[in-house]
């Protein structure tokens, strides 16, 4: 009896010992799921829906959210020293950009995710768009001129002087449905010589050579006409879904102290002439210090595009964490009511994809994308 007491002893002893084991293990094993990283190769982590990276400042974004979509860096160089310009061909199904300092265009065709250097050397070039034939229009920084790629590969110079002087560095452009060609002249490619020397200083300002404009070329008789020059630097543009207004990204605080971050609005009164011209929104925005104190931010607008609803999306960028990325504009007071945060500054964004659905963003040394429920006002 003795032996049968020590051995029913000894059995619940030892299953009273591998309980206790068998919950200790569980428990460290869910703690290091919980305070570890799991390694899901290629160094990427997943994000969980909703993507928290895309907020809704406001009701009004909540529907151009998709649930099931999160940001993607679509590619990646450490090389590449200012990403811009991004411009959609529907056709070949790529997405076009600059790498400015680096003299090169890249491309990222839709169909495998491929990217490849699409032209090199490439004048320094900035902003890139398709005209209604779908040929290739470019803002050179290094020759200070808008050019476009014919069919044949040739260049055709459509505006490299106004007034018997020369552009300061065309940065943006885009394309009215009557083929005359909208662009910036910010001047902001003239400040380096793309060797690494900075010809600019405070004190010895080679800029401008022109007042800073915006300008139209008229594709019918090729002359050059400035549409307003009551902006400070003019950077992004585009068109509202129906023409009939012209948003303008003003960057000039980069150099002028009394200047404002915003985005300006004309009416455009006829194809050939802007009127009213306003601001429609600004930059500033209020964040949240590390001391938890609330405190006004501005950053710089650069490139915008117009949704189908008539919504700007601009890229933001230079204050960091919790501003840079793309800032989302309702149409008709220029309320803020969205944002998609990036680690990166972004530089400029476009619309493309199949359906255009697909928000392309380029930001310093990468290529962001994200698909969002609305499209593209316009072609590219």
Avoid at 111 to 140: L, Y
Avoid at 349 to 360: A, E
Wanted: proline letters at 4%.
């Amino acid at each position: 009896m003795k032996t049968k007491n020590k051995n029913s002893a000894l059995l619940t002893l030892n299953r009273r010992s591998f309980l206790t084991t068998a919950a200790t293990s569980t428990a460290i094993s869910t703690l290091a799921r919980t305070t570890t990283a799991r390694d899901y190769g290629d160094n990427q982590q997943p994000v969980r829906y909703p993507d928290p990276d895309i907020v809704a400042l406001d009701d009004r974004f909540k529907k151009y959210k998709l649930g099931n979509s999160a940001i993607m860096r679509l590619y990646h160089n450490k090389r590449m020293i200012w990403a811009e310009g991004p411009a959609w061909n529907g056709v070949g199904r790529y997405l076009l950009w600059s790498d400015i300092p680096n003299n090169r265009q890249f491309r990222w065709l839709e169909e495998n995710g491929a990217v490849s250097v699409f032209r090199n050397p490439a004048e320094n070039s900035n902003g890139n768009t398709f005209d209604w034939h779908g040929r290739q229009i470019s803002c050179k920084h290094l020759t200070r001129r808008v050019v476009r790629y014919e069919y044949d590969g040739t260049k055709t110079v459509l505006a490299d002087k106004y007034g018997g002087k020369s552009l300061n560095a065309p940065n943006d452009a885009v394309v009215h449905p009557n083929g005359d060609v909208w662009f910036t002249d910010p001047g902001y490619g003239a400040v380096m010589d793309y060797e690494g020397r900075l010809v600019e200083t405070k004190e010895n300002w080679p800029q401008p050579y022109q007042k800073e404009a915006i300008y139209r070329i008229d594709m019918k008789s090729g002359k050059l006409h400035k549409m307003a020059d009551d902006i400070y630097k003019p950077n992004g543009l585009c068109f509202s879904p129906d023409y009939k207004k012209l948003y303008v990204a003003d960057t000039g605080a980069s150099h002028y102290p009394e200047a404002k971050c915003i985005i300006k609005v004309w009416d455009v009164a006829s194809e050939s002439n802007l009127a009213n011209g306003k601001t429609f929104a600004s930059m500033d925005l209020e964040m949240t210090n590390k001391h938890g104190e609330k405190e006004v931010k501005a950053g710089f607008a650069d490139g915008i595009r117009a949704d189908a609803d008539g919504n700007i999306w601009s890229s933001a960028g230079w204050v960091g964490k919790g501003y840079d990325g793309v800032h989302i504009f309702e149409p008709n007071h220029g309320e803020r009511i969205g944002q998609i945060l990036l680690p990166e500054i972004c530089s400029n964004v476009c619309f493309g994809g199949t359906k255009r659905n697909r928000l392309f963003m380029t930001g310093s040394q990468s290529l962001y994308a994200i698909y969002v429920n609305t499209r593209g006002a316009h072609l590219t």
